[in-house]
């Protein structure tokens, strides 16, 4: 199993990356790097769990539409060209939301 984690991890990361490498370079302030690597480890960690039968399509389903989610919110925190700092503290609570569900429901 470690080789599916590995092949996935690394396929999240590099999907990841791409986006990072195609934002516009003038535009820091839109840039969620920390966000974009966090949430593809989140999507790792779900992936493997489905995989070793941790989860059940359900709950692989609900964690998939919770990731879901936060893209949307994120896509439309970069809308206007700017995340707030309000933004950022709303996405890095979703994300805390999420890694406790998979945590929960892995478990």
């Given at each position: 199993m470690l080789n599916l984690k590995t092949l996935v991890f690394g396929a999240l990361i590099a999907a990841a990356s791409a986006g990072a490498m195609a934002r516009p370079m003038g535009h820091p302030v839109s840039a969620t790097p920390q966000v974009d690597?966090?949430?593809a480890r989140q999507e790792a960690r779900i992936e493997a769990?489905?995989?070793?039968g941790r989860l059940s399509r359900r709950e692989f389903r609900h964690l998939r539409?919770?990731?879901a989610d936060i893209r949307?919110?994120?896509?439309?925190?970069?809308?206007?060209?700017?995340?707030?700092r309000d933004e950022r503290r709303t996405l890095?609570?979703?994300?805390d939301r999420a890694s406790?569900?998979?945590r929960r429901a892995a478990a």
């Open positions: 690597a966090r949430q769990a489905f995989h070793e539409r919770e990731q949307h919110f994120e896509a439309r925190a970069k809308a206007d060209g700017v995340v707030t890095d609570e979703m994300l406790r569900n998979i």
